[in-house]
């Protein structure tokens, strides 16, 4: 499905972009890593870079320097919740849309001029299902993840034309160790797993998927 295929992670050291980078290897992609962690490692991953995906340059500059590359899966992100939204309080608000639209934005600045000189290219980036409307005491997670959505759909219609499909995932809780500390009461067999959502990922990243544009897809598991 992906042979020959060299697909950029971000993220790639979390428990997504690694199952990102195994399922998308097991579909024949050459797969390279970007991440904040300065040590990660996988036999998968034919490259790894470190990188600070909130800094612009710093991005650009790595991007820049991976040659060609057909896909972007931008996985780099985080979640807090706790702040309402009448507090007077930024610093969730700032980490929020540092970590998942600065990144995405960063990377997806970076990769487009590459992506153009392709025939098709892709980019998938990481919505939330939760982020479709407004919780309590999640308004930064959910305006942040509420703008990747909104980016991804203007992105598409930007450059569709060029041959860039772009779409992004819409999962509901994802089934990592994380979520599983923070929620230890819960029904993880609903929750959907890393390896399916990749699955999903590794489709809009084929050719299969060259005449979808602009979709945002939920993946809820049995939630």
């Not at 991976?66 to 979640?79: C, I, Y």
């Not at 892709?122 to 959910?142: D, F, K, Q, T």
């Not at 809780?173 to 979520?179: E, G, V």
């Amino acid at each position: 499905m992906l042979q020959h295929k060299r697909v950029v992670v971000t993220g790639a050291a979390g428990a997504l972009g690694q199952a990102v980078t195994r399922v998308a290897s097991g579909y024949g992609a050459i797969v390279i890593g970007l991440d904040l962690a300065p040590a990660f490692s996988s036999p998968l991953l034919s490259e790894y870079v470190a990188v600070d995906l909130r800094d612009r340059a710093a991005t650009s500059a790595v991007v820049s320097s991976l040659g060609r590359f057909d896909g972007l899966v931008n996985v780099a992100g985080g979640f807090a919740m706790g702040t309402g939204a009448s507090e007077d309080d930024d610093s969730q608000w700032q980490s929020m849309f540092e970590l998942n639209v600065d990144t995405m934005r960063n990377a997806t600045i970076a990769a487009v001029p590459l992506l153009k000189a392709n025939q098709r290219s892709s980019i998938v980036n990481i919505g939330a299902l939760g982020a479709l409307s407004g919780a309590a005491a999640m308004s930064a997670y959910c305006c942040a993840k509420g703008s990747v959505m909104k980016l991804t759909e203007s992105l598409s219609e930007e450059l569709k034309a060029d041959g860039i499909n772009i779409n992004a995932v819409l999962p509901s809780i994802i089934d990592t160790p994380t979520n599983r500390a923070a929620m230890p009461d819960a029904d993880f067999s609903t929750w959907v797993t890393p390896d399916k959502l990749a699955e999903v990922i590794c489709f809009l990243l084929s050719d299969a998927a060259s005449a979808v544009h602009g979709a945002l897809l939920p993946v809820k598991g049995l939630v």
